[in-house]
């Protein structure tokens, strides 16, 4: 999974019931959600954080057990097993992998989620809404607390949301999993070496790549697009906010500069969203902080659908 479908709003102890409930028989949504007592949204969002870490996997009949999660499911919740079980699926996820090798070393007592909220813009290059970067982060402190490293504390008045260390040993064997000589690490850097296209171009004794990609912008013709999205009012605004966003990288637009959506009203119960192809950040953001947005709405961009 990308950095792009990062998870938002999945929790821990609602993955590990759901990683109770499936089979290697694929289920749907609408019949998980049934069996949960939850909504749908509820489950894609807690399916995109086990499909994160390699606890699940999707296929076009509906969402499936992995044998990691299956293992999961069968440990005693909050036990050791359980725990173990975690710190071992954080490192199937390269962001979660980057952001704990950065912050967690030097780690002295707790770690704010403002910290982690740094660490994605810096280290992994996301562009969110303020308070989609709080989802992420709270989402990605909250699986290192079940790691058990420590419990996950809410933000209050006095206190910013953070993971308190309280466990050096599991705080240890955590980065020993996602370190450089790990097995994961190991076997990413032998199946992609990589050079900088800056290496490449040096190597090949042309121009440099920022000579190359100037001509190219301005070689290229100016076209202009018209696309439309049909919104019927009930979708979760992050979904949008990806969906618009792949749609501009999809395009080459940068993301930066003026905002330049609009939308206008076609009946009371239909919405046509316009998107002008040009540089802007999209205005559609969630307004919670801790908790979750809209329990219901359309599917997860990042998920099929299994309805």
């Not at 980057?98 to 740094?118: D, Q």
């Amino acid at each position: 999974m990308s950095v792009e479908n990062i998870p938002k709003h999945g929790k821990p102890d609602r993955l590990y019931t759901l990683c109770s409930l499936l089979t290697d028989s694929p289920q749907d949504f609408s019949k998980i959600a049934e069996t949960l007592g939850n909504s749908k949204n509820t489950v894609r969002r807690d399916v995109r954080l086990g499909l994160a870490l390699g606890l699940l996997n999707q296929t076009e009949d509906g969402v499936i057990i992995t044998e990691s999660g299956d293992a999961l499911g069968k440990k005693q919740k909050d036990s050791i097993e359980y725990h173990q079980a975690f710190r071992r699926s954080i490192p199937q996820y390269s962001p979660y992998r980057k952001l704990t090798t950065e912050i967690f070393p030097s780690a002295e007592g707790s770690v704010h989620r403002e910290s982690v909220m740094k660490r994605l813009s810096l280290t992994l290059g996301l562009d969110l809404s303020e308070d989609n970067m709080k989802h992420v982060a709270s989402t990605y402190l909250r699986t290192i607390s079940a790691s058990g490293v420590g419990p996950y504390k809410q933000s209050s008045k006095q206190n910013p949301a953070r993971v308190v260390i309280d466990d050096e040993d599991a705080l240890e064997e955590l980065l020993g999993l996602v370190g450089p000589d790990s097995d994961v690490e190991k076997e990413e850097s032998q199946e992609s070496p990589e050079q900088s296209r800056e290496e490449q171009a040096a190597e090949s004794g042309n121009e440099s790549v920022d000579d190359i990609e100037t001509t190219t912008r301005e070689a290229r013709p100016t076209i202009n697009f018209d696309i439309s999205l049909n919104l019927n009012g009930e979708e979760d605004p992050e979904v949008v906010e990806d969906l618009v966003r792949g749609i501009r990288r999809g395009l080459g637009v940068h993301e930066t500069g003026s905002e330049s959506t609009s939308e206008k009203e076609i009946d009371s119960n239909h919405k046509s969203t316009e998107i002008e192809v040009s540089n802007g950040d999209m205005p559609l953001e969630e307004n919670t902080e801790e908790h979750e947005s809209t329990e219901d709405g359309s599917p997860d961009s990042s998920l099929g659908d299994f309805e």
